[in-house]
């Protein structure tokens, strides 16, 4: 079976500072791993995936997440938040192929002026 | 090309009653999948087709969800019996690999 906990269902940062959102996953086989973005009203937008490649996985808009088999992790970082950073950010596993993939609860980014 | 599209974008119903939420893929994408996603919470899968079959329907809560894809492009997802606790945001996505599905807007369906 497979799992995702997202660590905080809110984070506030500043305008500028570092983004760090937190992501545990469990799984029995080699994972795919996603970090997803919506916007308000919005469907869900790709933010990047590991896919068994390299373990440092830049995505769009400056995120980018790192794959530690070690400690289960794939947390998602930016050097410089944004507002436009500001949404609900999801992480994701699934299993090699992807279909059926597993969501997190979420994180909600809060960016102050 | 246009995304994934899914109407009605909200739907508001009266318990009991029998609902249907579209969803139409990007063109030429031989997966679909359904999702459901509940108020502060996480998408919940529901069921995956590829092509007009559908490979995986674990998610469905009960008897009274169904969907079909008939031709291998556009799906229904059908409830019926509405309850209260239907009420959610319904998400499509489809995809043409296995690794990156693209979402819909969602269908916000809402109970009375």
């Known amino acids: 079976a497979q799992s995702v906990t997202q660590l905080g269902s809110h984070v506030s940062v500043s305008e500028g500072a570092l983004v760090l959102l937190r992501c545990n996953y469990s799984s029995s086989v080699p994972p795919y791993l996603f970090w997803y973005v919506q916007y308000p009203n919005q469907g869900l937008q790709l933010l990047l995936k590991y896919t068994s490649a390299a373990t440092l996985v830049k995505g769009i808009n400056g995120f980018e997440a790192e794959f530690k088999k070690s400690e289960t992790s794939f947390h998602l970082t930016k050097p410089s938040a944004h507002m436009s950073d500001a949404a609900e950010y999801f992480c994701?596993?699934?299993?090699?192929?992807?279909?059926?993939?597993?969501f997190g609860a979420g994180t909600r980014l809060f960016v102050k002026a | 090309g246009a995304g994934v599209s899914q109407t009605p974008s909200n739907k508001v119903t009266e318990k009991g009653k029998y609902v249907e939420l579209r969803c139409d893929p990007i063109s030429g994408h031989t997966a679909l999948y359904w999702y459901r996603q509940s108020l502060g919470q996480g998408p919940e899968f529901l069921i995956y087709f590829q092509g007009t079959g559908a490979a995986d329907d674990s998610g469905l809560p009960n008897d009274r969800f169904f969907a079909v894809r008939p031709e291998g492009s556009v799906s229904t997802l059908k409830i019926q019996r509405t309850e209260r606790g239907d009420s959610a945001v319904y998400l499509c996505a489809s995809s043409q690999g296995l690794e990156e599905q693209f979402f819909g807007p969602g269908t916000r369906l809402t109970v009375l």
């Open positions: 994701a596993v699934g299993p090699n192929g992807g279909f059926k993939t597993i």
